[in-house]
């Protein structure tokens, strides 16, 4: 059984056939999934979602591209309302330099603040970076010394040494549908060298359906597919790749229960 450690099931993508997804999902050998708050505005629909199944979690958080638009968000707000069962993480938050939808200053300002709300609640970070790499282990190398806190880096496309930064600060990496692509050699590389019980498996969906879905929408069944590629680079077979991813998010997201 598979864990898809990342999706976006409250997505209007889902809004006409979310049972059949879930149950195509259920068929695939996908276990649980964890679908992805953006937005504070989207939360309840996120937690509904969630409260659907009992294969299905939450976090809380907003995405770097949403943070211009979520002025006055604060960590006390974020921990509040993670005090439900179903949510079971902080984010996803992190810095987005590709598409700029939020000045970098704001993106800053509120990665920190989601760390600071991982660091009091105890729950793990989500962190999504893009073009920012750099910074994004600046500072969480700077948090880190103010205090511990756990987390993973969610889709990871980066590099070996942002990948080796990660590790040291004790995160976990998720990989997602991109390790499938052919122009992905490079993060194949990076991804070989990555030790197994830290790595999550994950799909993003609705985005970046991996091989043979390209084009397609995206969605947890297909978290089978990524696995299936993920075993062959890292040399093992897909039921001790499926144990040691889930065993590996179970550690990380303690409050989802075995």
């Not at 604060?74 to 993480?89: C, F, M, Q, T, Y």
């Not at 040691?244 to 998010?249: I, P």
Request: hydrophobic share 45%.
């Amino acid at each position: 059984m598979l864990i898809d450690s990342h999706c976006h099931l409250d997505f209007p993508e889902f809004a006409e056939d979310l049972d059949a997804t879930l149950a195509r999902a259920r068929a695939a050998g996908i276990d649980k999934m964890l679908t992805i708050s953006t937005r504070l505005d989207r939360f309840d629909a996120v937690r509904a979602v969630a409260e659907k199944s009992d294969r299905i979690w939450c976090s809380v958080g907003i995405h770097p591209h949403e943070a211009a638009a979520a002025m006055g968000a604060s960590a006390d707000r974020l921990i509040a309302l993670a005090e439900g069962p179903k949510v079971v993480g902080i984010g996803e938050t992190g810095l987005d330099y590709f598409y700029e939808h939020s000045p970098r200053e704001i993106q800053r300002d509120l990665f920190r603040i989601h760390i600071q709300a991982a660091r009091q609640s105890g729950l793990p970070l989500i962190v999504h970076t893009r073009d920012a790499d750099d910074e994004t282990a600046a500072i969480l190398v700077d948090e880190m010394g103010k205090g511990a806190f756990t987390g993973l880096i969610h889709c990871f496309s980066a590099s070996r040494d942002f990948a080796e930064t990660a590790l040291e600060l004790g995160f976990y990496i998720s990989v997602s549908g991109i390790i499938t692509f052919n122009k992905a050699q490079a993060l194949r590389d990076v991804v070989q060298g990555i030790p197994l019980d830290r790595l999550l498996v994950e799909t993003d969906a609705p985005f970046l359906a991996p091989v043979p879905y390209r084009g397609k929408r995206n969605e947890p069944a297909f978290t089978a597919a990524t696995a299936t590629k993920l075993a062959g680079i890292k040399g093992v077979d897909i039921d001790t790749l499926a144990a040691a991813t889930t065993a590996n998010f179970h550690r990380l997201f303690t409050k989802v229960p075995r």
